[in-house]
């Protein structure tokens, strides 16, 4: 029976997936102002600067957004608290840290300026934007712990990438060099950052150092091996073959934001259903919802993926004519990632059930895959070595689980409930 309490899974997650819907699209439009703007080898460095950009800052943020949603989503439960502000608890090693990487980045650019592909008027831009690029996220995911997905998506889904576009295109259209662009592109990271933080001004509580990181520091190690290996590719692809190939990989492998978008709008929405569901030992309710959300998950990536299949070496000419070369690199693509969305969301599974350590494992051996691949295939195959190493990884980081869960609880992908994805009422 449908609990009178849950909602319709496209509503649930509606908030979420139009926050990802735009943050998605003005990065597609980056990358087409770019390669539409620049020579390939100019293209690739940008790419290779953003992407380690993100990585970086991915690694500095130390999982302290989903820590403060946490505490600040359960200040009701526990009021009054002693211990310091949560945003300076959770702040304060995220500013130590992500200051310590940018000093080491601005002190060895241009040492590894010729190893990544990224200039060396890059590394200096990199160091100041990467703590503003991490704080501001962390900032902007503290404000869904008091219970509103408004802030998130002006800030996350609308204002910052929509500055990038305007900020990098201003940049285009009047000549500037990489150094200038990517700064450009970091930019809105500070005023998007004082907005959360003038949001969050007064209605945070306060809470005890070990409490938060004993809660959060676990979760810290498995969150940096999910940003370098988000990341990762086109670094190893700029580095190993030249920052032309990276570009091209980068061109390529935009529409993957497709399945992460589906993905990311389903998780919201099914996990806290999953997480009560196997907390009460309710598997049939676990199994419902996992056959359910995988369907959904089918449905609606499988048509794109194989569109793409078909339509590649027309579809990457809007980057460039030169970028249709990049059809190999999208077969791989939507190959790998329709059987990703047939394995369903495992890996939220994995973690609902409690199954954390597991969870970090599964990550660590998709790096290691990943990284394995790419130095043996990329220096060899360019741009396509990087996608057959990034498809390696992928299928670790779903199968990997997927046998866990199964093996743990019985859940499959597939089965008797999967049909109810067609009668839209599908609950978290």
């Not at 819907?21 to 597609?28: E, L, N, S």
Request: aromatic share 6%; charged share 10%.
């Amino acid at each position: 029976m449908t609990r009178r309490r849950d909602l319709p899974l496209a509503r649930k997650s509606a908030a979420g997936l139009l926050c990802a819907a735009t943050g998605a699209a003005a990065q597609f439009l980056v990358v087409l102002v770019v390669t539409r703007s620049l020579a390939p080898a100019q293209a690739g460095a940008f790419f290779a600067a953003t992407a380690l950009c993100l990585m970086l800052a991915g690694v500095s943020r130390l999982d302290t957004g989903n820590g403060l949603v946490y505490f600040l989503a359960g200040v009701s439960r526990d009021p009054g608290s002693a211990g310091s502000p949560v945003l300076l608890v959770a702040l304060g090693p995220v500013v130590v840290l992500s200051s310590l990487v940018a000093v080491a980045v601005a002190a060895f650019g241009d040492l590894l300026a010729p190893l990544v592909g990224v200039p060396a008027g890059v590394w200096p831009v990199l160091a100041a934007a990467l703590p503003a690029v991490a704080v501001a996220d962390v900032l902007i995911a503290a404000t869904r712990g008091l219970g509103s997905m408004r802030p998130t998506l002006f800030l996350s889904g609308v204002a910052q990438p929509l500055g990038q576009v305007a900020l990098v295109s201003t940049g285009l259209l009047a000549g500037a060099a990489v150094p200038v662009l990517t700064a450009a592109w970091a930019l809105p990271a500070l005023p998007v950052g004082a907005v959360a933080a003038r949001w969050l001004r007064g209605r945070t509580p306060t809470v005890r150092w070990e409490r938060f990181w004993r809660y959060t520091a676990p979760r810290s190690a498995a969150a940096a091996i999910q940003a370098v290996f988000q990341r990762l590719d086109i670094v190893i692809v700029a580095a190993l073959a030249g920052p032309a190939p990276a570009a091209m990989y980068t061109a390529a492998t935009r529409f993957k934001v497709v399945g992460q978008l589906a993905g990311q709008g389903l998780a919201q929405a099914v996990q806290p259903g999953l997480v009560r569901a196997l907390a009460e030992g309710d598997l049939g309710r676990a199994r419902e919802l996992y056959q359910t959300a995988t369907m959904w998950l089918v449905m609606v990536t499988w048509p794109v993926w194989l569109g793409y299949a078909v339509l590649a070496p027309w579809l990457l000419q809007i980057f460039g004519t030169s970028y249709a070369r990049g059809a190999s690199v999208a077969l791989v693509l939507s190959a790998t990632m329709m059987v990703a969305s047939a394995c369903g969301m495992v890996d939220v599974m994995l973690i609902a059930s409690g199954h954390t350590t597991a969870s970090l494992v599964n990550a660590v051996c998709a790096v290691t895959a990943t990284i394995a691949l790419d130095v043996l295939l990329v220096p060899v195959h360019g741009a396509l070595g990087a996608a057959l190493g990034w498809s390696g990884g992928v299928l670790v980081k779903n199968l990997l689980p997927l046998v866990q869960i199964s093996r743990r609880y019985g859940l499959r992908p597939f089965g008797r409930h999967s049909m109810a994805a067609f009668g839209l009422r599908a609950t978290a």
